[in-house]
């Protein structure tokens, strides 16, 4: 039985954002990882994680934030759309879905792209080849993405933990959910720690 990563995330969210360096480095390190990223749709246009997170998650991780996106950093986002784009996409082409998750948020934090219409994934859609249904670029939850939150339910619900991101892993009998902001600016240190677990 491979051991597996729950990645529950938001991709308009900058802690899930500090978080995603530390999923590449497990999903690079550990080739038999069946890695799942899973959107929470937190954002639904009603509020944001505002220039202290955003300055704050800077400073422990390193990322970069770039200004087109701190100049909006107050401004309430919306990741429904995004939502059910990487649901169709984890659904459909699995194996592309933290590539590409990467390349969106490099957009999103760094270049501005607030992803909030259609044409704002033409260069998605292009660069990795993909024929997204219109379905996906309505501003409702698609089922896809609605029975993915049902999962992220059943998964809280057994981490007695509602918080995001999250990152937990299972490996045989075993779940243990991951610490991961105690490692978010030293990758190398959580890959270590989960080697000797699956050791």
């Known amino acids: 039985m491979h051991p597996e990563l729950y990645f529950i995330y938001d991709s308009h969210c900058p802690w899930s954002y500090a978080t995603t360096p530390l999923v590449n480095a497990l999903s690079d390190s550990f080739p038999e990882l069946e890695v799942h ?11 944001c994680a505002g220039f ?15 200004q087109e996106h701190i100049r909006f950093a107050d401004s309430p986002k919306n990741a429904i759309l995004t939502a059910n784009f990487m649901a169709w996409l984890q659904d459909k082409q699995p194996e592309k879905v933290l590539p590409i998750l990467n390349a969106l948020q490099k957009e999103h934090f760094v270049e501005g792209n607030p992803f909030g219409c259609k044409r704002d994934f033409n260069t998605l859609v292009a660069q990795f080849k993909l024929s997204p249904p219109n379905k996906v670029f309505k501003e409702v939850l698609s089922n896809e993405a609605l029975y993915q939150q049902s999962d992220i339910q059943e998964l809280q619900a057994f ?4 918080a995001f991101p999250a990152l937990l892993l299972t490996y045989g009998d ?24 699956l050791a």
């Open 159 to 162: 981490m007695q933990n509602s």
């Open 174 to 197: 075993n779940a243990i959910l991951l610490e991961h902001a105690s490692y978010l600016n030293k990758p190398q240190d959580l890959v270590k720690v989960v080697k000797k677990l």
């Open 37 to 47: 990223n899973w959107h929470c749709a937190h954002y639904d246009g009603s509020d």
């Open 52 to 66: 202290s997170q955003i300055k704050a998650a800077e400073k422990q991780s390193g990322q970069t934030f770039g």
